[in-house]
């Protein structure tokens, strides 16, 4: 057998019908969700082939050099482009925030399915337009999904099925933290991330998005009112200078040498967002998300305590479940680990034998995976865009409580 030209697939996957893919945006998120369209039709037996068929970046000699480096077949500097593509049976959407609801429309008019990574939009407006797009486009068989990965570690999926099977009982607490130290730098430059016509919003965004859907997914139940408080601890940060900004100190283009002192730009969006929620069964939630948390580098943790047990899982120790079963006699209860790394475990029959993790990246794989079983079953897949609107809502009520002083601001339905 010759081998396969770039873009098709050897053995199992031989002779499945092409899913073709097409990514907008290629840095981290790019990479990491690359990561996740090459290995998925390796690892799972899927009624689609996966293929890499376009990537697509601003920067013509950056995105071909992405191309080449993950196993894209194609390069495109324009994302209308991609989605014109005969080849592009799905747009993959990793920008920023701001460009989110314009490609999303524009993929699903096109008949395209869309994942879109987290949060949907930069504000709620956007996601609702986003949302009734993609429930016309279900109709038509056009898929979407948002790409909340943590969804998709084996251990929260675990614990999502324990609770909904009830060995928490009633919920009464749910608390989650999310923590980054990359901005404690004062030197740190301005980019996308710090400027809310791009992001939207700081750390509530990038990261109470993900603390939010989660305690939602895991909990089974909406968030329907938040207080809140939210910081900008360093106000005002060098703009980005350098070749690699095309811009020198002065904001003039230049080949970045001899660059004086760098001017200083205006952070636009908050540090860290501290709040407290309440779900509809009345259970009590709190949430905090920072890019200020010395020592902490993607330290996400969460606990839920109800009626007969609680659940805890911490992203360091992404294959471990912790569970306390309170119906156990007091004198042998406790929290107990469970290495979620069985045959039985969610996604894990792919995988390894008991005992070998997996990683942050195989999030992405799983991912890739719900979403590829969803478009051959013809069968919405989640979080939908509904999902991403809600937590969305809860975002804008955040930011209206910590206007107002942390009143208590309720989550519309
Ligand atoms: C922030 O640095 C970030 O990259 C988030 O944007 C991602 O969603 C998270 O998974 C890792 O941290």
Redesign the pocket.
């Known amino acids: 057998m010759g081998q396969p030209h770039q873009g098709e697939e050897a053995g199992a996957e031989a002779g499945k019908p092409p899913l073709g893919v097409g990514l907008i945006g290629y840095a981290?998120?790019g990479a990491?969700h690359s990561q996740g369209w090459r290995t998925v039709g390796h690892v799972f037996d899927l009624p689609l082939r996966p293929v890499l068929a376009a990537v697509c970046g601003r920067d013509g000699q950056a995105v071909r050099a992405m191309a080449d480096r993950h196993g894209w077949a194609a390069a495109e500097t324009d994302w209308r482009a991609l989605i014109a593509r005969d080849d592009v049976d799905l747009v993959d959407i990793c920008t920023p925030g701001d460009s989110h609801a314009e490609i999303a429309l524009a993929a699903l008019a096109a008949g395209k399915h869309v994942l879109c990574?987290?949060p949907l939009a930069n504000s709620v407006a956007e996601a609702e337009a986003m949302t009734r797009a993609a429930e016309d486009a279900a109709r038509r068989g056009q898929m979407s999904m948002v790409?909340f990965?943590?969804r998709r570690v084996p251990a929260t999926s675990l614990a999502r099925s324990m609770v909904a099977e009830g060995r928490l009982g009633a919920l009464r607490h749910v608390r989650v933290t999310y923590c980054?130290d990359?901005l404690v730098d004062r030197e740190f430059p301005l980019t996308w991330?710090l400027r809310r016509e791009l992001a939207g919003s700081g750390a509530l965004g990038?990261?109470g998005?993900?603390i939010v859907d989660l305690a939602q997914f895991l909990a089974g139940e909406p968030v329907t009112g938040v207080s809140a408080l939210t910081e900008t601890f360093v106000r005002e940060r060098p703009l980005p200078v350098g070749a690699s900004s095309g811009l020198s100190a002065a904001g003039v283009p230049d080949d970045g040498a001899d660059d004086p002192p760098a001017a200083l730009g205006t952070v636009t969006v908050d540090d860290a967002a501290l709040f407290t929620g309440r779900f509809a069964s009345g259970a009590l939630a709190s949430f905090e998300a920072t890019?200020f948390a010395t020592g902490r580098k993607?330290a996400?943790r969460i606990e839920l305590n109800g009626e007969r047990g609680s659940l805890a899982f911490d992203l360091e120790r992404l294959n471990e479940l912790s569970y306390h079963d309170h119906t156990e006699p007091g004198a042998y209860a406790g929290f107990r680990r469970i290495l979620v790394t069985e045959p039985g475990h969610p996604y894990l029959d792919a995988w390894w034998p008991p005992g070998h993790g997996l990683g942050?990246e195989h999030t992405f794989t799983h991912q890739a995976r719900d979403l590829v079983l969803a478009i051959a079953a013809d069968r919405p897949p989640l979080p939908s865009f509904a999902d991403g609107l809600q937590v969305q809502r809860v975002l804008a009520a955040v930011e209206e409580s910590a206007a107002k002083n942390s009143v208590y601001t309720p989550v519309p339905a």
């Open positions: 981290f998120m990491a990574e987290k790409g990965n943590y980054q990359w991330r990038d990261l998005a993900h890019r993607n996400l942050y």
